[in-house]
T-cell receptor, first 111, second 111 residues
Framework: QKEVEQDPGPLSVPEGAIVSLNCTYS??????FMWYRQYSRKGPELLMY????GNKEDGRFTAQVDKSSKYISLFIRDSQPSDSATYLC???????????FGTGTRLKVLA | DVKVTQSSRYLVKRTGEKVFLECVQD?????MFWYRQDPGLGLRLIYF???????EKGDIPEGYSVSREKKERFSLILESASTNQTSMYLC??????????FGPGTRLTVT
């Protein structure tokens, strides 16, 4: 079993839809949970991070962490064609810079 | 804005060649990383460095070495390239646990 599982998609949604992207993990030591966005032929860029459990909101994006279920989510409201990209979850524990990445979910928002 | 640059976007090398991939960051970050990204496997850490001349093995260091002579520059070396090293190589730098800045990637093909 992989340490981090992420559905690869692709996920196609119409413009304006609410998108839900998810990862599950097995290591209870993880404390930092990140979401990266990667456009085609570019490197990943950090969208949001959450420390421990809870929710975090930034504009149209909301990150949720449920440590009891070992489940993290990224919600995108009012999705736009410019949100079409691959979304990678990543996680790490305190005291280490070694991330474990999910394999990424490819999202396509149709105009 | 943090800038991480990689020496080549695309590279084609022959089996057995020695290959150098260069990465430069302009933000005085202590930490630098080399990943490879493969479909279905996500990003996997090859090596990272937390200071000049300091390095640590990641999850898949076999067949690779690194060099960090100056803070801003981190090089990945394939001593004798093999076809299973055909991949996208991504360099990143960071100063905080939860944020890594990635370069645009080098797509290496070994024939």
């Amino acid at each position: 079993q992989k340490e981090v599982e992420q559905d690869p998609g692709p996920l196609s949604v119409p413009e304006g839809a609410i998108v839900s992207l998810n990862c599950t993990y097995s290591n209870s030591a993880f404390q930092y949970f990140m979401w990266y966005r990667q456009y085609s032929r570019k490197g990943p860029e950090l969208l949001m991070y959450t420390y421990s459990s809870g929710n975090k909101e930034d504009g149209r994006f909301t990150a949720q962490v449920d440590k009891s279920s070992k489940y993290i989510s990224l919600f995108i409201r009012d999705s736009q064609p410019s949100d079409s990209a691959t979304y990678l979850c990543a996680m790490t524990s305190s005291g280490t810079y070694k991330y474990i990445f999910g394999t990424g979910t490819r999202l396509k928002v149709l105009a | 804005d943090v800038k991480v640059t990689q020496s080549s976007r695309y590279l084609v090398k022959r089996t057995g060649e020695k290959v150098f991939l260069e990465c430069v960051q302009d933000m005085d970050h202590e930490n630098m990383f080399w990943y490879r990204q493969d479909p279905g496997l996500g990003l996997r850490l090859i090596y990272f460095s937390y200071d000049v001349k300091m390095k640590e093995k990641g999850d898949i260091p076999e067949g690779y070495s690194v060099s960090r002579e100056k803070k801003e520059r981190f090089s990945l070396i394939l001593e004798s390239a093999s076809t299973n090293q055909t991949s996208m190589y991504l360099c990143a730098s960071s100063i905080l646990f939860y944020e890594q800045y990635f370069g645009p990637g080098t797509r290496l093909t070994v024939t």
